[in-house]
């Protein structure tokens, strides 16, 4: 079975572009999260939809980052517009039991913000 | 709020030695998820463990143990001679229990780098 599936897996892009990542959970999974990781923070939730609604986007950083899930099988995290310190690893993950069960994290998206 | 706590940054073994990871977590609710996950040198996500906290027993899978010990917050996972594939960064997380529309954060630890040698 296909696991969760993010791209593009490297995206580097000029200050002030829109970036816009994507992500496809495994099938059946009713959770959707998007995770950024930086070593100065770690792994930071910022949004994470429930039967394709926003449930907790407390964790996007500002206006610039946005999220939609317009179907069970595809959400997007979209930057605009991109900053430096918006470089970081991107990582969508599914569930079916939301944060109380193992979450499937797709490879990542590493984005590189010149 | 929820807090984890990996203390250990890095550590560096020779291959075929035992090695503990730590981790201490602080929660005000009686009912809690604690997690594994492994971050290989190729950069995913992957879950070892899930223990939630009615439920202390110690677990073994392989090589692999997990010490769970509520008395001191403590989610402790243990590698038994570990080899240079077990080379990762390895993260303790925490979760509250579900709450209307699926429930609280996943908080991570900050993680501990595991480096095995020859």
């Known amino acids: 079975d296909a696991g969760v599936i993010q791209s593009p897996r490297h995206e580097v892009t000029e200050m002030g572009q829109e970036v816009t990542l994507r992500c496809k959970p495994i099938s059946g999974h009713d959770y959707l999260f998007w995770y950024r990781q930086t070593m100065m923070r770690g792994l930071e939730l910022l949004i994470y939809f429930n039967n394709n609604v926003p449930i907790d986007d407390s964790g996007m950083p500002e206006d610039r980052f946005s999220a939609k899930m317009p179907n069970a099988s595809f959400s997007t995290l979209k930057i605009q517009p991109s900053e430096p310190r918006d470089s970081a690893v991107y990582f969508c993950?599914?569930?079916?039991?939301?944060?109380?069960?193992?979450?499937?994290f797709g490879e990542g998206s590493r984005l590189t913000v010149l | 709020a929820q807090k984890v706590t990996q203390a250990q940054t890095e550590i560096s073994v020779v291959e075929k030695e035992d090695v503990t990871l730590d981790c201490v977590y602080e929660?005000?609710?009686?009912?809690?998820?604690l997690f594994w996950y492994k971050q290989p040198p190729s950069g995913e996500l992957v879950f070892l463990i899930r223990r939630n906290s009615f439920d202390e027993q110690n677990e073994i899978s392989g090589r692999y143990s997990w010490n769970f010990q509520k008395s001191t917050s403590s989610f402790n996972f243990t590698i038994t001679a570990s080899q240079v594939v077990d080379s990762a960064v390895y993260f303790c997380?925490?979760?509250?229990?579900?709450?209307?529309?699926?429930?609280?954060?996943?908080?991570f630890g900050t993680g501990t780098q595991l480096k095995v040698e020859l």
């Open positions: 993950a599914s569930s079916f039991y939301g944060h109380t069960g193992e979450l499937f």
């Open positions: 997380a925490l979760s509250e229990a579900s709450r209307r529309g699926g429930g609280n954060k996943l908080t």
């Open positions: 929660t005000r609710d009686t009912t809690y998820y």
